[in-house]
């Protein structure tokens, strides 16, 4: 089609200087040059501050159609980040420098967004990069998803109408708080929230920041995850960080999965464990877990 336009643009020009004609007033006779250049093709990037119905993985264009975060979603974009010297011909993935860049700043301004560190609380976290077509065209941007989850154990986004932002800064009902522990030989099969206020053995302490390490050299030195976890705990609940507090109190654990390590989660979860009790061991003492 550009081809039978110029022919014919051309064809008419010739006309004109044969039949002597001159140019209108205003003109150079150049049918180029006052043409205004075509401007550089955009990359599509997503917003910060929106919400979306459902949880994504990959952020495939065709799917982006965020909702007010007033109406009916699962998923909020608190923060869109780029990543400047990423290269390759596909997204970052898992252990990646590009994915570990990624994740940092996500963390970092998730919990600035939230007021509060996301693992407190039942949030999930989803790092959502371009699409491999969009990545190849030039696009490295990065969103920073977090969502609301059904519980512990579960997370599954559950449905919302309201915005997540700051909704850890004081108080909040998806903070972590007492659970009824199902146990099974060594292992925990389920942790069950329920108010501090009723029968309980288990309680949301705080967050251990393991070092840097190979996945399974983390997985191995458990004693040290679980002997951190104690101190988290005797901060928790006011005790003595000595060698009696393995005899108050004992510890259950939630530590990143292998690609969320990988990726640059160092946020280990740590739970007190004791006799049965009906109010939270926040500030307790020693009265209220006495060496057994």
Not at 56 to 61: A, H, S, T
Not at 111 to 128: E, H, N, P, Q, Y
Not at 142 to 160: G, K, M, N, V, Y
Not at 186 to 203: G, L, N, P, S
């Amino acid at each position: 089609m550009r081809r039978w336009l110029a022919g014919i643009a051309l064809g008419t020009v010739a006309t004109l200087a044969l039949a002597g004609c001159s140019r209108p007033a205003g003109t150079d006779g150049d049918l180029v040059d006052d043409w205004a250049p075509m401007a550089a093709p955009t990359v599509f990037t997503p917003e910060s501050k929106t919400c979306h119905p459902r949880l994504q993985e990959v952020g495939y264009l065709r799917a982006y159609a965020p909702v007010d975060c007033e109406q009916p979603h699962r998923v909020e974009t608190l923060h869109v980040g780029t990543l400047t010297d990423a290269g390759g011909a596909n997204p970052p993935a898992a252990g990646s420098a590009g994915m570990r860049a990624a994740f940092g700043e996500c963390d970092r301004e998730v919990r600035t967004a939230l007021g509060g560190d996301w693992r407190t609380s039942r949030i999930g976290l989803t790092i959502v990069f371009p699409s491999p077509p969009a990545w190849t065209g030039g696009a490295r941007w990065f969103r920073c998803d977090a969502h609301e989850t059904r519980s512990l154990d579960d997370p599954i986004p559950e449905q919302r109408a309201t915005s997540l932002s700051g909704s850890l800064a004081g108080s909040s009902p998806l903070r972590h708080g007492c659970f009824n522990a199902s146990i099974q030989g060594d292992e925990v099969a389920e942790m069950v929230a329920v108010k501090c206020t009723t029968r309980h053995r288990a309680e949301f302490a705080g967050i251990w920041r393991a070092p840097e390490s190979s996945y399974s050299a983390f997985l191995k030195n458990s004693e040290r995850t679980h002997r951190a976890c104690r101190s988290v705990i005797a901060k928790f609940a006011k005790l003595p960080d000595d060698g009696n507090l393995q005899y108050r109190v004992g510890t259950i654990v939630y530590h990143p999965g292998q690609d969320e390590w990988r990726s640059g989660n160092r946020g280990v979860q740590c739970f007190l464990w004791s006799k049965e009790l009906t109010r939270s061991m926040k500030g307790a003492g020693t009265g209220a877990l006495p060496i057994n």
